[in-house]
């Protein structure tokens, strides 16, 4: 009982190449995007996907495009995919935030509650893109296949550390997650034992064995695992994941 999600940021851009921020300019993919995608999408072709979620910026859609072509499935848009909304910040380039606003820009990154002026905090990114994936999980979409979404670097990084519920001091950890690559989640029901039992079950089988309580609405509030961050697949090796979403058991490498 399983649910699987993949992050996919988009392909790069030339704003990605001269270390100009975005944020929700809606630029290109360079050639070099297009390249990438379309090379990761050979690799990724025999994956079980059910559907594939963009931002609605062009770079990330036509990245959504490309993968969604292997799969035979359509992209659907959704503007709470979108990269943070940098502010005053937007389309500057790092040198140029450094020397008008002299370590904000370390700050920020370190800081999710914190945002430049005018933008959105990491956490309001993570709130809203957090609110796509609670939609989805109330659909048979999941049953089905693996769900991917193809979105920008800031706003993977803020999904994945909100979807693991940690503590905000570490929203940070997440970062430099490369053209192209993904998070990849899986959603489990919580544990949560029959008959209120707290204590720890004996080893050696001496007491009755502590079981699981059914939920039969456990992707309301489920225990979401990091699979693997920064991911890409090599030319040549076997997907990350074939399998449909229900195989494999609790404690089998997926």
């Known amino acids: 009982m399983m649910r699987r999600l993949v992050l996919v940021r988009h392909g790069q851009t030339e704003y990605n190449k001269t270390g100009r921020m975005q944020g929700q300019l809606d630029t290109e993919l360079s050639e070099a995007g297009f390249a990438e995608a379309r090379s990761v999408a050979k690799q990724i072709a025999e994956w079980n996907v059910s559907a594939v979620y963009s931002s609605d910026l062009k770079r990330a859609v036509d990245t959504a495009g490309i993968l969604a072509q292997s799969w035979g499935l359509d992209v659907i848009t959704d503007q709470r995919l979108r990269e943070t909304d940098l502010g005053v910040w937007t389309g500057a380039s790092h040198t140029e935030v450094d020397q008008d606003y002299p370590g904000q820009r370390a700050y920020w990154r370190h800081?999710?509650?914190?945002?430049?002026?005018?933008?959105?905090?990491?956490?309001?990114?993570?709130?809203?893109?957090?609110?796509?994936?609670?939609?989805?999980?109330?659909?048979?979409?999941?049953?089905?296949?693996?769900?991917?979404?193809?979105?920008?670097?800031?706003?993977?990084?803020?999904?994945?550390?909100?979807?693991?519920?940690?503590p905000v001091s570490h929203f940070s950890m997440f970062s430099g997650l490369g053209n192209v690559r993904w998070s990849q989640l899986v959603a489990r029901q919580k544990f949560v034992s029959a008959g209120g039992r707290?204590?720890?079950?004996?080893?050696?089988?001496?007491?009755?064995?502590?079981?699981?309580?059914?939920?039969?609405?456990?992707?309301?509030?489920?225990?979401?695992?990091?699979?693997?961050?920064?991911?890409?697949?090599?030319?040549?090796?076997?997907?990350?994941?074939t399998a449909s979403p229900d195989e494999g058991g609790e404690d089998t490498p997926e």
């Open 198 to 241: 707290t204590s720890d079950p004996a080893i050696d089988g001496s007491t009755v064995p502590v079981v699981p309580r059914k939920d039969e609405n456990w992707w309301r509030d489920p225990h979401w695992h990091l699979e693997g961050w920064n991911m890409s697949v090599a030319p040549g090796t076997a997907p990350v994941q």
């Open 111 to 166: 800081d999710p509650t914190w945002a430049p002026p005018k933008a959105e905090t990491r956490l309001e990114v993570a709130e809203r893109a957090h609110s796509l994936v609670n939609e989805l999980m109330e659909t048979d979409v999941f049953d089905r296949g693996m769900v991917v979404m193809v979105a920008h670097g800031g706003t993977i990084g803020a999904l994945t550390a909100q979807l693991l519920n940690l």
